[in-house]
């Protein structure tokens, strides 16, 4: 340590890619610095060395705020790709694009890719990434965030070491499009659990959007290989906003209004007969606070140094989007248990943020002003 | 002043508070002998039961004169014409019992859960109850629960806004407390099940008509979408979780806490935070047992529905019943009702009832003189 510095360009110089973490101002579900831009800049591992996006005034500001020269940031991602030879490269564009552009960057011989989520729109797209990235060792992580937080891994921690006993359900109220944030709640439960899904139920919020390609809400049950079963509210949750509950038979976390309130549970004597109570512990805090973004990069430096996967890889990116794809799948077909792997790779979600993505919201403010 | 008779003298029939420490769920009297002995609208006159042993117990514990102890419930129909009869054995011979008690003239029946084995034998009781102008309650009691039916009124009165979910953590099997737990889950939410899809704890258990362990997803009428897991709950022991857009009220641990969150500013977009606030606490609680015979005696004079009526019983189990065949047909939703009145479930209760559990601990341990 702190050994070779990478160098790493950002394609997509948006919200994700430069100015996300200026929205947040309270810790829990992120910690600073969260997105691509100020995690390379602060990071000992890397040098924020470009950046590539389709709107200059997007390359203005980028530049900017990350201190690069003009000569840094490029029109054309395959361009900088080939001009500056980056190791790590992150993919900040909307789900779009982001297939074609990892294909590009794994044959432009990057390292190693953190992309946004979700992965991509389609199964037949993520499996070709995959493909190709595991053919050329690359190391790829998707920015399903929660596995880079520090309450999660402890949550994790305590039921890989048993301290929960046997995992025996989880459950998300998470109001979300299902492919768009949906990822991140998918992906959580299945870090949480520690297992996979084989089967699933779902219930869309209209047959009429379970029949389109359209991002959609929805609630489902997942069946999970290691017995666990999963309860997923998408549609909207009311008053118990982004809340994940682990509830194994010795102990139980609660991860409460978007990752605000973490509570652990045991059992203590008492109860209507004796039976047991499940009384409030403090939860095991951690012993210090790592910044999200800068854990995604540890773990995709020690990726590049030992071969090994991602926390947070592509695979399961993947299973993420075939999750919510299997979800409509059971609307679909009239509300049955669909099994996983889906057997239709052509089958995708046009993950909400791509919706009005032509020109990029901050662009659309300047140009309005 | 009512006739009030017991059918059925083992536990819920007579000694069933004693095994109770913790007011929460149930508060005492709960069961149907103490109740009808405390309350000022009843008189306990007579006692049923093919045991002797049970009617012996019955009648010095209650303060009754063996003549008033029958072990045909007919032969005590008919000499003590009571007003008021509790069906208090297991459900194997419930409707029988009920029929013929409303033959005899009876106003009012108090049954213990679950209603009937099959859909068929609660469609005739029913029917056979309107047509008579019987009043018939059913002992889901959690109906009769100050905090639940607080709750409830919070729902109806809109400070809890549109409801969106009910969850319950009820380890059980689901005829015989499932009865107990959908109950809850319709009291709440205040609407009808339109379909659910269910997964029994095993293929073998679901081919079955023995009583089962299972999870669900029900979609009601009026929006609200309910999950119940009755496979083993851990560290979440009975426990009902109902979420609207304004509040969201749970019931932890068997009813011993009741929880309020209502929206606070804050968050991490200050898009507001859900903050515990004192659970509006009733004015006075009463025994549950003593507010059912209110109920009843309310329903008898003014030809009102019981707050937990047949019908009621009747829809737990037939959900549960839907449940079931969800999981027969391979995982898929089922509509109700369900059009098969022969379907059954075998509550747990009626394995090993020919001899009562007190009766055989009774004959195992010879009364030393
Ligand atoms: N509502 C609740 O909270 C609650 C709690 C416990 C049990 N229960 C229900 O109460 C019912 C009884 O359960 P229990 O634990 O009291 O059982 P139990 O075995 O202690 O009592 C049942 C009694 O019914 C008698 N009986 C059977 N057939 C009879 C007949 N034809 N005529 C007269 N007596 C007859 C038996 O001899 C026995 O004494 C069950 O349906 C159970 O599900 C309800």
Same mark, same amino acid.
């Given at each position: 340590?702190?050994?070779?510095?990478?160098?790493?360009?950002?394609?997509?110089?948006?919200?994700?890619?430069?100015?996300?973490?200026?929205?947040?101002?309270?810790?829990?579900?992120?910690?600073?610095?969260?997105?691509?831009?100020?995690?390379?800049?602060?990071?000992?591992?890397?040098?924020?060395?470009?950046?590539?996006?389709?709107?200059?005034?997007?390359?203005?500001?980028?530049?900017?705020?990350?201190?690069?020269?003009?000569?840094?940031?490029?029109?054309?991602?395959?361009?900088?790709?080939?001009?500056?030879?980056?190791?790590?490269?992150?993919?900040?564009?909307?789900?779009?694009?982001?297939?074609?552009?990892?294909?590009?960057? +794994?044959?432009?011989?990057?390292?190693?890719?953190?992309?946004?989520?979700?992965?991509?729109?389609?199964?037949?797209?993520?499996?070709?990434?995959?493909?190709?990235?595991?053919?050329?060792?690359?190391? +790829?992580?998707?920015?399903?965030? $929660?596995?880079?937080?520090?309450?999660?891994?402890?949550?994790?921690?305590?039921?890989?070491?048993?301290?929960?006993?046997?995992?025996?359900?989880?459950?998300?109220?998470?109001?979300?499009?299902?492919?768009?944030?949906?990822?991140?709640?998918?992906?959580?439960?299945?870090?949480?659990?520690?297992?996979?899904?084989?089967?699933?139920?779902?219930?869309?919020?209209?047959?009429?959007?379970?029949?389109?390609?359209?991002?959609?809400?929805?609630?489902?049950?997942?069946?999970?290989?290691?017995?666990?079963?999963?309860? +997923?509210?998408?549609?909207?949750?009311?008053?118990?906003?982004?809340?994940?509950?682990?509830?194994?038979?010795?102990?139980?976390?609660?991860? @409460?209004?978007?990752?605000?309130?973490?509570?652990?549970?045991?059992?203590?004597?008492?109860?209507?007969?004796?039976?047991?109570?499940?009384? $409030?512990?403090?939860?095991?805090?951690?012993?210090?606070?790592?910044?999200?973004?800068?854990?995604?990069?540890?773990?995709?430096?020690?990726?590049?140094?030992?071969?090994?996967?991602?926390?947070?890889?592509?695979?399961?990116?993947?299973?993420? @989007?075939?999750?919510?794809?299997?979800?409509?799948?059971?609307?679909?077909?009239?509300?049955?248990?669909?099994? @996983?792997?889906?057997?239709?790779?052509?089958?995708?979600?046009?993950?909400?943020?791509?919706?009005?993505?032509?020109?990029?919201?901050?662009?659309?403010?300047?140009?309005?002003? | 002043?009512?006739?009030?008779?017991?059918?059925?003298?083992?536990?819920?029939?007579?000694?069933?508070?004693?095994?109770?420490?913790?007011?929460?769920?149930?508060?005492?009297?709960?069961?149907?002998?103490?109740? =009808?002995?405390?309350?000022?609208?009843?008189?306990?006159?007579?006692?049923? &039961?093919?045991?002797?042993?049970?009617?012996?117990?019955?009648? *010095?514990?209650?303060?009754?004169?063996?003549?008033?102890?029958?072990?045909?419930?007919?032969?005590?129909?008919?000499?003590?014409?009571?007003?008021?009869?509790?069906?208090?054995?297991?459900?194997?011979?419930?409707?029988?019992?009920?029929? &013929?008690?409303?033959?005899?003239?009876?106003?009012?029946?108090?049954?213990?859960?679950?209603?009937?084995?099959?859909?068929?034998?609660?469609?005739?009781?029913?029917?056979?109850?309107?047509?008579?102008?019987?009043?018939?309650?059913?002992?889901?009691?959690?109906?009769?629960?100050?905090?639940?039916?607080?709750?409830?009124?919070?729902?109806?009165?809109?400070?809890?806004?549109?409801?969106?979910?009910?969850?319950? =953590?009820? *380890?059980?099997?689901?005829?015989?407390?499932?009865?107990?737990?959908?109950?809850?889950?319709?009291?709440?939410?205040?609407?009808?099940?339109?379909?659910?899809?269910?997964?029994?704890?095993?293929?073998?258990?679901?081919?079955?008509?023995?009583?089962?362990?299972?999870?669900? =997803?029900?979609?009601?009428?009026?929006?609200?979408?309910?999950?119940?897991?009755?496979?083993?709950?851990?560290?979440?022991?009975?426990?009902?979780?109902?979420?609207?857009?304004?509040?969201?009220?749970?019931?932890?641990?068997?009813?011993?806490?009741?929880?309020?969150?209502?929206?606070?500013?804050?968050?991490?977009?200050?898009?507001?935070?859900?903050?515990?606030?004192?659970?509006?606490?009733?004015?006075?609680?009463?025994?549950?047992?003593?507010?059912?015979?209110?109920?009843?005696?309310?329903?008898?004079?003014?030809?009102?529905?019981?707050?937990?009526?047949?019908?009621?019983?009747?829809?737990?189990?037939?959900?549960?019943?839907?449940?079931?065949?969800?999981?027969?047909?391979?995982?898929?939703?089922?509509?109700?009702?369900?059009?098969?009145?022969?379907?059954?479930?075998?509550?747990?209760?009626?394995?090993?009832?020919?001899?009562?559990?007190?009766?055989?601990?009774?004959?195992? *341990?010879?009364?030393?003189?």
């Amino acid at each position: 340590m702190p050994g070779k510095v990478f160098r790493a360009a950002v394609i997509g110089l948006g919200r994700m890619g430069s100015t996300f973490d200026d929205e947040i101002t309270r810790g829990g579900q992120f910690f600073m610095p969260y997105c691509h831009g100020p995690t390379y800049v602060a990071s000992p591992h890397t040098d924020l060395v470009a950046g590539a996006d389709p709107h200059a005034e997007q390359g203005e500001i980028f530049a900017d705020r990350w201190g690069l020269e003009r000569g840094q940031i490029y029109a054309d991602y395959r361009e900088m790709l080939e001009a500056e030879r980056p190791d790590f490269v992150s993919l900040c564009t909307t789900a779009r694009h982001r297939a074609a552009i990892m294909i590009d960057a +794994i044959n432009a011989g990057v390292k190693a890719i953190w992309a946004e989520k979700p992965f991509t729109l389609s199964l037949a797209e993520a499996d070709e990434v995959l493909e190709l990235g595991t053919r050329k060792g690359v190391a +790829i992580a998707v920015n399903c965030s $929660r596995r880079y937080n520090v309450f999660f891994n402890q949550a994790r921690r305590m039921v890989d070491e048993g301290e929960l006993g046997e995992i025996l359900q989880i459950t998300a109220y998470t109001q979300c499009n299902l492919s768009h944030n949906g990822s991140h709640a998918i992906d959580a439960m299945r870090y949480l659990v520690g297992g996979d899904v084989e089967w699933v139920f779902g219930e869309m919020e209209s047959d009429e959007k379970a029949a389109g390609e359209e991002d959609l809400m929805g609630n489902g049950y997942l069946a999970f290989d290691n017995g666990a079963r999963g309860f +997923i509210r998408g549609t909207h949750t009311g008053a118990a906003p982004w809340e994940f509950d682990l509830i194994g038979t010795e102990g139980r976390v609660r991860n @409460l209004a978007q990752g605000m309130e973490t509570q652990y549970y045991r059992w203590v004597p008492g109860g209507l007969r004796n039976q047991g109570l499940p009384a $409030r512990a403090p939860f095991p805090l951690p012993t210090h606070i790592p910044s999200s973004g800068l854990s995604v990069i540890e773990d995709l430096v020690d990726c590049i140094e030992t071969g090994r996967q991602p926390r947070c890889s592509g695979q399961d990116g993947r299973k993420a @989007l075939e999750i919510a794809i299997a979800m409509r799948e059971s609307h679909r077909q009239g509300g049955r248990r669909v099994d @996983l792997p889906l057997a239709d790779r052509s089958l995708r979600i046009l993950s909400s943020e791509i919706l009005s993505d032509a020109v990029p919201a901050r662009v659309r403010r300047m140009q309005s002003k | 002043m009512y006739r009030a008779a017991v059918i059925g003298l083992g536990r819920m029939g007579s000694t069933f508070d004693d095994e109770i420490q913790q007011g929460g769920t149930i508060f005492l009297p709960y069961c149907h002998a103490p109740s =009808y002995v405390a309350s000022p609208h009843t008189e306990l006159v007579a006692g049923a &039961d093919l045991h002797a042993e049970q009617g012996a117990i019955f009648a *010095e514990r209650w303060g009754l004169s063996a003549q008033h102890i029958y072990s045909s419930y007919r032969d005590m129909l008919a000499a003590e014409r009571p007003d008021f009869v509790s069906i208090c054995t297991t459900a194997r011979h419930r409707a029988a019992i009920m029929k &013929d008690a409303i033959e005899a003239g009876v106003k009012a029946i108090w049954a213990e859960k679950p209603i009937t084995l099959s859909l068929a034998e609660a469609d005739d009781v029913i029917d056979l109850g309107a047509r008579n102008g019987v009043a018939i309650a059913v002992n889901c009691s959690r109906r009769y629960s100050p905090f639940l039916s607080e709750a409830r009124r919070m729902a109806q009165q809109g400070e809890l806004g549109e409801l969106l979910q009910i969850t319950a =953590y009820t *380890e059980c099997y689901i005829s015989h407390n499932g009865s107990h737990a959908i109950d809850t889950m319709r009291y709440l939410v205040d609407g009808d099940v339109n379909w659910v899809f269910g997964e029994m704890e095993s293929d073998e258990e679901a081919a079955g008509d023995e009583d089962l362990r299972g999870n669900g =997803y029900l979609a009601f009428d009026n929006g609200v979408r309910g999950y119940i897991r009755a496979m083993s709950t851990g560290t979440a022991p009975w426990e009902f979780d109902l979420i609207g857009t304004e509040g969201r009220v749970r019931s932890l641990a068997n009813g011993t806490d009741t929880q309020y969150y209502r929206w606070v500013p804050g968050g991490l977009r200050d898009e507001g935070l859900p903050a515990r606030a004192p659970f509006p606490l009733p004015l006075s609680i009463q025994g549950t047992g003593l507010s059912v015979i209110a109920d009843l005696v309310n329903a008898v004079e003014t030809g009102s529905d019981p707050h937990c009526s047949a019908e009621d019983g009747r829809k737990a189990l037939e959900i549960a019943i839907a449940l079931r065949e969800s999981h027969r047909r391979g995982g898929r939703r089922v509509d109700l009702p369900v059009d098969d009145r022969s379907l059954r479930i075998l509550s747990v209760e009626i394995g090993g009832d020919t001899v009562p559990a007190r009766v055989r601990r009774l004959r195992q *341990e010879p009364v030393v003189a």
